[in-house]
C-alpha cells in the first residue's frame, strides 16, 4: 500500500479558507443592527397586544404573536453570535458555531406550534365572530406598517448570510404582509361590519407562518443532518475529483455544513501508483475552491497499489474496513 498523506485547512489555518468565510459585515455592526430592530419590535408588541384585547381582534393578537416569535428569533440570534464567536477549545472542536442553527430551528419550531394555535382560533372565530372594533385594528395595523419597515430595514444592514438573520428578515417582511392584510380586514369591518374578515386576515398570517416556520425547520434541519449544501450535488463533485490527472478513485466523499454559509468537504482520493500525491491535492484544494466555493477541505490522499496487469483497479474496501457512500473511479478526462 502507498503512503499515506493528509491535508485539511479551514478558517484558522488557511488564508483562503478564512477569506471565503468573511461576508464584510462585522459582528458588532450585526449586533447593533439586530438590537435596534429588536427594540422597535418588542416596543410595538406590547402597545399592539394591548389593543388587540380592547378591540377584540384575532388578527391583530397573531400579528403581536407573530412578531413576539420574531423578537425571540432575534434574541436567539443575539446570544447565538456570541457562542459562535468563542474559539474551538477541548470537545468542541468547531467551537460553538452551529448554536445559531439550534436557535433557527427552535424558532421554526415556535412559529409552526403559534401557527397552529392561531389557526385553531380563526376557526373558531370565523364560526361565531365576535364583535371587533374596525378603526383601532386599521389604526393599529398601519402604525405596524411603519415598524416592520423600519425593522425590516435595519436586519436588511446585517449579514443575512447567515440562517438566523435571514429567518428573523423573513419573518419580519411576512409580518410587514400580514398588517398589510389586517388593515385591510379592519377596514372592511369597519365599512361594512363583516367581523369574519378578521378571522379571514388572521388565516392569512396563519399561512406566512407556517411557510415561515417550515422553511427554517427545512434548512436547519439540512444542516443537522449533514446534507450537503442545497444546489451542490456530491456525485458531481466526487466525478469531477475522479476524472482529475493521475486520480484512479475517490471514495468516503462527505460535504456538509458546519454552519450558514461555512460548507466543508473530506474524501479519501486514490492516486496512480508513481503519481505526486502533493501536485494531485494542490490541483483538486484548487477545483474544489475555484469551481463549487469548497475552501473547508480535508484530503486524505494515497497511492492505490501497483496491480499486475489486467487486475481490476484497488477499491474502496481495500483502504477502508468500512467505506461508506459511493465510489467514484477514474473515467474520460475533460482535458
Known amino acids: 500500500m502507498g503512503a499515506s498523506h493528509q491535508h485539511g485547512h479551514g478558517e484558522a489555518g488557511h488564508g483562503q479558507g478564512h477569506a471565503g468565510h468573511t461576508h464584510g459585515v462585522s459582528a458588532g455592526a450585526d449586533r447593533r443592527w439586530l438590537s435596534l430592530a429588536l ?75 403559534a401557527a397552529l394555535w392561531l389557526g385553531y382560533e380563526a376557526v373558531r372565530r370565523l364560526l361565531d365572530p365576535p364583535e371587533v372594533t374596525g378603526w383601532m385594528v386599521v389604526a393599529t395595523a398601519l402604525v405596524g406598517i411603519v415598524v416592520n419597515l423600519l425593522a425590516t430595514w435595519c436586519l436588511s444592514r446585517a449579514n443575512r448570510s447567515s440562517l438566523n438573520v435571514e429567518g428573523a428578515y423573513q419573518h419580519i417582511l411576512n409580518d410587514l404582509f400580514a398588517f398589510i392584510g389586517t388593515a385591510v380586514a379592519g377596514f372592511v369591518v369597519l365599512v361594512t361590519g363583516y367581523a369574519r374578515a378578521d378571522a379571514i386576515a388572521t388565516l392569512l398570517v396563519v399561512a406566512l407562518m407556517l411557510k415561515a416556520g417550515w422553511g427554517l425547520l427545512r434548512d436547519s434541519g439540512r444542516i443537522f443532518l449533514e446534507a450537503a449544501p442545497e444546489g451542490l450535488d456530491p456525485d458531481a463533485v466526487g466525478d469531477e475529483l475522479a476524472a482529475a490527472d493521475a486520480v484512479t478513485e475517490v471514495h468516503d466523499l462527505h460535504i456538509w455544513t458546519i454552519t450558514s454559509g461555512e460548507p466543508a468537504l473530506s474524501a479519501h482520493v486514490l492516486v496512480e501508483p508513481g503519481g505526486d500525491c502533493h501536485r494531485v491535492r494542490r490541483d483538486l484544494d484548487r477545483l474544489l475552491a475555484d469551481r463549487y466555493g469548497l475552501t473547508h477541505t480535508t484530503l486524505q490522499i494515497d497511492h492505490a497499489d501497483r496491480l499486475p496487469a489486467g487486475a481490476h483497479a484497488l477499491t474502496a474496501t481495500a483502504h477502508c474496513e468500512t467505506p461508506h457512500g459511493p465510489v467514484h473511479h477514474d473515467g474520460p478526462h475533460p482535458h
Open 39 to 113: 427594540a422597535l419590535i418588542v416596543a410595538f408588541i406590547a402597545v399592539e397586544a394591548s389593543i388587540a384585547v380592547v378591540a377584540g381582534s384575532l388578527a391583530l393578537l397573531s400579528d403581536a404573536a407573530h412578531m413576539l416569535t420574531d423578537a425571540v428569533s432575534i434574541v436567539l440570534a443575539l446570544v447565538a453570535m456570541r457562542l459562535s464567536a468563542r474559539p474551538a477549545r477541548g470537545g468542541y472542536t468547531f467551537g460553538l458555531k452551529r448554536a445559531e442553527i439550534l436557535s433557527a430551528h427552535a424558532n421554526g419550531l415556535t412559529l409552526i406550534l
